[in-house]
């Protein structure tokens, strides 16, 4: 939510199971690590210099796969260095 406030020119999207997830972990471990995940995608929205028009867009999903639980962030934003990849 604070997100959405602060980067207006972003639209923001969940996409979320119908039923809850549990999972035993640390919740605010969890929550910095997502936060970290936003904002880089926030970063590399605001730092396109290719002159892209388009709205910048981020995705955050949540899905379960067997036992294990899936968080993605995705966004449009310029990326990752093709030499930074490998990392």
Excluded: M
């Amino acid at each position: 939510v604070l997100q959405r406030e602060a980067h207006r020119t972003i639209a923001f999207s969940t996409q979320l199971p119908e039923r809850d997830v549990l999972i035993a972990c640390d919740h605010r471990q969890l929550r910095q690590a997502i936060t970290n995940l936003i904002q880089n995608a926030i970063d590399s929205i605001t730092e396109r210099t290719d002159g892209e028009s388009r709205p910048g867009e981020i995705t955050v999903t949540l899905k379960q796969d067997g036992e294990l639980v899936v968080v993605e962030v995705a966004d449009n934003g310029k990326g990752l260095p093709q030499d930074n990849r490998d990392r």
